[in-house]
């Protein structure tokens, strides 16, 4: 099963097993020391969250605990303007790597613009290590939004055309909650001749799963993401080490 923070308490309790969310790997990751980790792309605010308080517990985690996420934004099907302006009010900094845009997930660009740009590795480890977590001590954590590469971005267009269309199909027939999700990316899809996962795979990481944790996860995503990240991560370790020898300097 997929488990959010709010269930990993019982797993342990009951010593139960299941894959962790974005959340709950966050909090994890925290409590061992881990300041980075990379993944396909974020939950978010559910077009129509307005009226239905569906909000991933992501964002929610995003404000509370100070690891650096590197995704490739959140899935086109969320509302991500209203995900962004979540993101603001709980205290989250969101940089975009190498652009001024949001990207989509699928699609390099959302039409959302960010405060924050970061243009290479070093950029990040400064914003994650030296002003966020070393100095500042913020206790909330980074999104680094890093766009799917050129080569196997679809038609931003085209999607968004599919998704308005698949969106409508959804309340006409009725499709709410958790099962709303799976239902727009198989009909993206369908409607968009496979364009939305052309280089993509569509794999159920677990038989039972919470429905937002249902991954369709780019393979050239991913691994652009976590190039990236390791980068990210070599780049904060040696600030860290600089700092450390710097701060050995003074005191001698």
Do not use: W
């Amino acid at each position: 099963m997929g488990l959010h923070c709010q269930m990993t308490g019982l797993q342990v309790a009951t010593r139960g097993n299941g894959a962790t969310t974005v959340s709950a790997t966050m909090f994890f990751a925290s409590m061992v020391g881990i300041p980075v980790f990379v993944t396909g792309g974020i939950g978010g605010v559910h077009r129509h969250g307005e009226n239905t308080m569906d909000i991933s517990s992501d964002l929610t985690e995003l404000g509370r605990t100070p690891v650096a996420v590197i995704s490739a934004g959140v899935k086109s099907i969320l509302d991500i303007p209203r995900t962004l302006e979540y993101l603001e009010t709980q205290g989250v900094c969101v940089a975009a790597y190498k652009t001024n845009e949001f990207p989509a997930f699928f699609t390099e660009k959302s039409g959302s613009k960010v405060h924050c740009r970061v243009d290479t590795p070093e950029d990040c480890a400064q914003l994650i290590g030296k002003y966020a977590n070393i100095k500042l001590k913020l206790g909330t954590g980074i999104l680094i939004a890093v766009p799917i590469p050129k080569e196997h971005a679809a038609s931003g267009s085209l999607i968004e055309s599919a998704i308005q269309l698949a969106l409508k199909e959804a309340r006409d027939k009725n499709i709410i909650g958790n099962a709303e999700t799976p239902f727009l990316l198989a009909r993206v899809s369908e409607l968009t001749g496979g364009a939305s996962l052309a280089s993509s795979i569509l794999s159920l990481l677990c038989s039972v799963f919470c429905m937002e944790t249902i991954a369709y996860a780019d393979i050239a995503l991913v691994k652009n993401n976590a190039a990236i990240g390791a980068k990210i991560s070599v780049a904060l370790a040696q600030l860290r080490e600089s700092c450390n020898t710097g701060d050995a300097q003074s005191v001698s």
